[in-house]
């Protein structure tokens, strides 16, 4: 060293020091420092407190047409965009706790802004002016970041803008033939609805009957690793079978598995990041759009035209009339190459199938887990047999009028779906109550707040927390006096099965439940696992019967134990929010074989 002089740190300044980046990094960190400490200490609670006054004081201004209250936030210029995208449940739960329901309330993604609205009332003004409101901005959002549309067709889904309904909207001069939202949601509310439904459900009952005779189990223990796993990959099959067709499982045998993953990917592939960002998600992706675009391909040496008609509703080769309607009018639009095509049937598969498997594992899961309602769904099960002309089958509209099989089914949505509705007003601002929300910005409806509200605590005898599975919540009695705990429910999820302690319930008494009547009565705006208005799920019956017929289904011919789970508590994977169906957040090991005669046991 050339200077022997000085301090440490002024030798290791020196311009002949090699390594001087260091110094700069000091250098760096004694200005960076203090400045990161003066916006933790200042800025960003002065933000905060900035933006909650503004917030009070716009809640408490009276005039119309005013703008709705900013949710407050810490950080400036970045706003709510960082728990947007890494936990929106969190966030639109905390807002809507400390603001109420009373407004709109304005949530704001730096350059972009989003409106949250809840409380029934709120609700019931939204599907009530569902006219001058759109859900095609959340959809062009799913098809883009979720089902990887090449954006050159994206312009041609946005430019539709005559509704879904058989009428345009008055303000629309869309072509008939490009009017690419009512065509395609058409033949949904076609095929599942009246009769057609009901050979839908009969084909269904028929390959998922096929396939637990299959199954690989006998009146022994077997152990097997997740339940869910074990309920959704069976159901899933099925419903592609009905829909697709045998062929499509034929050239695509590992679809399932494929499919799988897609699922599971939604939590990553929802936030529209770039593939490279994704790379595991975007690739179990590419793997589903290209085994339908195999298929398709398939097809056209078979219709070269993809128009057939083969007058039935279920066809092996060329699927449930629900595709074939699809394909034979996406034909006939010159946006739709093989990967829009691809992209779009994706998306009704994925419609179609995730949420119902999902759901039919919750309502199967409850079942298992509580001793005390084995009886009385053994009994409709009974029941719903002996009532079919087919023997060994199911009657399906038996199982729907149950009321305490429709209390479950209602029970089990209202507690494991989220799904986010997503509006916005397409011609013109929208004044709701007062409130002014801007044209063409998304409006958030959340069920999972709708769904948690703590007026569900209907009868105060009986209550129950809403963060709980009650399967008599939407039951009622003649009398108004329930019978006194009749089915138990678990009150918490410690990762410790139920069944294999005695139920705390015993029988139950004096058979009272059979009674009862399902009752949704005055859950108008609370109630919304389908959303509602004009834009209702339209596959909301199939979903109520795939449910139904799987879970009694399975509970006919399996014996199930649950298993311990060490890890972790069972609850639902909030990741997946404002997707539908919320998952498990785990494995869920269990035991399982056939009944039958077990008097040695």
């Known amino acids: 060293m050339s200077h022997s002089s000085g301090s440490l740190g002024e030798r290791l300044c020196m311009d002949d020091f090699p390594f001087q980046w260091i110094c700069d990094v000091n250098i760096s960190i004694s200005i960076w420092l203090p400045l990161t400490i003066l916006l933790a200490c200042w800025v960003f609670p002065s933000t905060y407190l900035i933006t909650s006054l503004q917030a009070r004081f716009a809640c408490q201004y009276t005039t119309n047409r005013r703008k709705p209250p900013t949710a407050p936030y810490w950080i400036p210029f970045i706003a709510h965009l960082v728990p947007f995208l890494n936990d929106l449940h969190t966030l639109l739960a905390t807002t809507i706790d400390e603001f109420g329901t009373s407004a709109p309330i304005r949530i704001s993604l730096g350059f972009e802004e989003v409106y949250l609205i809840a409380g029934v009332q709120n609700l019931k003004l939204v599907w009530k002016n569902s006219q001058w409101l759109t859900a095609k901005a959340g959809h062009i959002v799913g098809l883009y970041t979720i089902l990887d549309t090449p954006k050159k067709s994206l312009p041609f889904y946005q430019a539709d803008n005559s509704g879904i309904g058989k009428e345009p909207l008055p303000h629309s001069s869309v072509p008939p033939e490009h009017r690419v939202w009512h065509l395609t949601h058409q033949p949904i509310v076609n095929c599942l609805s009246g009769s057609n439904l009901t050979l839908f459900i009969n084909k269904f009952q028929d390959c998922l009957s096929k396939r637990i005779d299959q199954y690989?189990?006998?009146?022994?223990?077997?152990?097997?690793?997740?339940?869910?796993?074990?309920?959704?990959?069976?159901?899933?099959?099925?419903?592609?079978?009905?829909?697709?067709?045998?062929?499509?499982?034929?050239?695509?045998?590992?679809?399932?598995?494929?499919?799988?993953r897609f699922n599971h990917s939604m939590t990553y592939l929802k936030m529209g990041l770039p593939s490279w960002m994704t790379p595991r998600s975007a690739a179990f992706r590419r793997v589903c759009l290209d085994s339908i675009k195999k298929w398709h391909e398939a097809l056209k040496l078979h219709d070269p035209n993809r128009l057939v008609d083969t007058g039935e509703i279920n066809n092996s080769r060329f699927g449930n009339d629900i595709m074939r309607s699809r394909r034979r009018i996406m034909a006939k639009m010159d946006v739709m190459d093989v990967d829009t095509a691809a992209s779009a049937d994706l998306g009704m598969l994925w419609a179609l199938n995730a949420n119902p498997a999902t759901a039919a594992f919750w309502l199967l899961m409850e079942i298992v887990r509580e001793p005390s309602l084995h009886p009385a769904v053994q009994h409709e099960i009974e029941t719903a047999s002996s009532r079919n002309d087919v023997a060994g089958s199911l009657s399906v509209s038996c199982l729907n009028d149950s009321a305490l099989l429709q209390s479950m089914y209602a029970e089990t949505l209202r507690l494991r779906v989220s799904v986010l509705i997503i509006q916005s007003a397409e011609f013109s601002d929208f004044n709701f109550n007062g409130w002014l929300l801007p044209k063409d910005k998304l409006i958030l409806i959340s069920s999972r707040i709708a769904h948690m509200d703590k007026s569900w605590m209907r009868n105060l005898s009986f209550e129950k927390p809403v963060d709980e599975f009650w399967a008599e919540r939407f039951l009622t009695w003649k009398d108004k006096a329930p019978p006194k705990a009749a089915f138990h429910s678990p009150t918490k999820h410690d990762g410790l099965p139920s069944q294999q302690a005695e139920s705390r319930t015993g029988n139950i008494e004096s058979d009272r439940w059979k009674e009862a009547q399902f009752s949704m009565t005055g859950l108008g705006g609370m109630w919304i696992p389908y959303g509602g208005g004009p834009g209702i799920c339209p596959g909301r019956n199939l979903a109520k019967s795939i449910m139904l017929l799987t879970s009694a289904m399975f509970f006919r011919a399996y014996e199930f134990q649950l298993l311990p789970r060490h890890d972790q508590r069972l609850e639902c994977d909030i990741g997946y929010y404002g997707l539908g169906v919320l998952p498990p957040n785990g494995k869920i090991p269990f035991r399982v074989r056939r009944r039958g005669d077990h008097s040695k046991d």
């Open 216 to 260: 690989p189990c006998t009146t022994d223990w077997s152990e097997l690793p997740d339940l869910f796993s074990f309920v959704y990959h069976e159901v899933i099959h099925v419903q592609l079978e009905v829909l697709c067709g045998t062929f499509f499982l034929e050239q695509n045998p590992e679809f399932v598995q494929d499919f799988a």
